[in-house]
């Protein structure tokens, strides 16, 4: 962006150069902040989208900010929000920044995996429109930790951010591709082999069945919760996670919710999280493991309603 602008970032740094708009979505992940802070960007730079319900951009905020920026402009949309599972309207979203010359980035820690199966390949329509794109392997791929994968359009621009050049090292041949040119170290594991063996193993067709078979369990589960008095889901199931309240709203519905998460957790049958959710708790459930059949699923389910029950009786 700033070489548009006409400033060489790379010998000049950022002291100086034209100041970057950065827009993110009001619901993006916590790491977001982290990535803007490493690239010295700071994270009051930052204009939050408003979202919708379910925490997806507006676009009708998104054109009105990206229209009152001036200079260069970074956008940071999301496919999986941590919560609710839901992405960005891309479709909407990528010709505006598009057409304002906006470098438009992708968080798709593990949404972007949506793009792998048919049956929810819609969900994230007009991904491809995007920039550049971050997404992990050790989410819903299964892999080790730490297999974390960018995607830049901009071949050049990924190089000279990336690349070192040193005597000592051996120039690659023709078309032979660098590893190094590609991240910021020289030397690193080759997480690259974790990656190959997981789709080497489920195949295109294995990773399409495994993330449509979670998204049907998430379905389930939420369907089989919301039948339960007392039991609130609080978005629709976009994808392979949910959130569920328990008992009343307010304070009254935090302590109850908070109380069944941890008796869950003590009965240690199934592990669901907290979280907040628009300045309340929630528990937050994620399928997200290979091993999960839905058997395990119907267990769970019975678990927070054993659970729940007992919390209920006890007030
Ligand atoms: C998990 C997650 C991250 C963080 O990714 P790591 O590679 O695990 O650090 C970022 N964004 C979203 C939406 C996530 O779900």
Redesign the pocket.
Known sequence: MLQRAGWDVEADGLFGAPPITVLIGADA?A?VYSGIKYLGLGAQRVRTIACDASGRILASDFARAIAAASGPVIAIA?A?Q?NTGACDPFDAIAPIAAAAGAWLHV?G??GLWAQASPAQAALTRGVERADSWAT?G??WLQTPYDC?FAIVRDAEAHRRAMAITASYLPQPEGAERDPSAYVPELSRRARGFATWAMIRQLGREGIAAMVAGHCAIAQHMAARLATVPGIALVCPVALNQFMVRFGAGGEAGDALTLATVRQVQEDAIAFVGAAQWRGRWVMRVSVTSIATTPADADVTVDAVISAWERVARSQ
């Open positions: 992940h790491t999301q999986g941590i968080d820690a593990f992990d050790h989410k974390g």
